[in-house]
T-cell receptor, first 114, second 113 residues
Framework: AQSVTQLDSQVPVFEEAPVELRCNYS??????LFWYVQYPNQGLQLLLK??????LVKGINGFEAEFNKSQTSFHLRKPSVHISDTAEYFC????????????FGQGTTLQVKP | NAGVTQTPKFQVLKTGQSMTLQCAQD?????MYWYRQDPGMGLRLIYY???????DKGEVPNGYNVSRLNKREFSLRLESAAPSQTSVYFC????????????FGPGTRLTVL
């Protein structure tokens, strides 16, 4: 069975500093990988996705993630964060052809301090 | 384009009461999903509908039923609410299950007393 582990439940960081949110997955087959962001009292919004091809994926709001098959990781990075990036971030994995079901990690709360 | 809409936004129920959460999408998507979100547990899939006319159980289906009324609408019913069903419920849709990208509604916050 597939699973997703987000290694940090909370990540505090100062404004304009770089940040990395870590995500590891377990799967016996090829997967699609996603990062979603949830702002307070809102639904989830897709940040970026890896389906195939280049392992470095760029998303919205200056975020990027790198797919590492050997380490089964899909870490999210941003070189310089803003106060407005404060939100909860979810990593998710989907098994291609398996009716599109997503398995989510537990979430990481990014707290950007001034 | 409203995207994915959910009603109601908030609901308080007493144990044993029933209710239906409504979800609609105007993006002509084939697949629809219901999740619940609980602190520290991420989102867990309750039921999904890969295409109109089909529904299947997800990870946590007990205590819930669903109806794919048409291509646009996918409702979630709690027949006899329990405090363990206190949660935030999200509906999502996807153009095609193979594409996997899901679009989420704003959520329904449900409290069962």
């Amino acid at each position: 069975a597939q699973s997703v582990t987000q290694l940090d439940s909370q990540v505090p960081v100062f404004e304009e500093a770089p940040v990395e949110l870590r995500c590891n997955y377990s799967s016996s087959v090829s997967v699609y990988l996603f990062w979603y962001v949830q702002y307070p009292n809102q639904g989830l919004q897709l940040l970026l996705k890896y389906l195939s091809g280049s392992t470095l994926v760029k998303g919205i709001n200056g975020f990027e993630a790198e797919f590492n098959k050997s380490q089964t990781s899909f870490h999210l990075r941003k070189p310089s964060v803003h106060i407005s990036d404060t939100a909860e971030y979810f990593c998710a994995v989907s098994d291609p052809g398996n009716t599109g079901k997503l398995i989510f990690g537990q979430g990481t709360t990014l707290q950007v301090k001034p | 384009n409203a995207g994915v809409t959910q009603t109601p936004k908030f609901q308080v129920l007493k144990t044993g009461q029933s209710m239906t959460l409504q979800c609609a999408q105007d993006m002509n998507h084939n697949s629809m999903y219901w999740y619940r979100q609980d602190p520290g547990m991420g989102l867990r899939l309750i039921y999904y509908s890969a295409s109109e006319g089909t529904t299947d159980k997800g990870e946590v289906p007990n205590g819930y039923n669903v109806s794919r009324l048409n291509k646009r609408e996918f409702s979630l019913r709690l027949e006899s609410a329990a405090p363990s069903q206190t949660s935030v419920y999200f509906c999502a849709s996807s153009p095609d299950y193979e594409l996997n990208e899901q679009f989420f509604g704003p959520g329904t916050r449900l409290t069962v007393l």
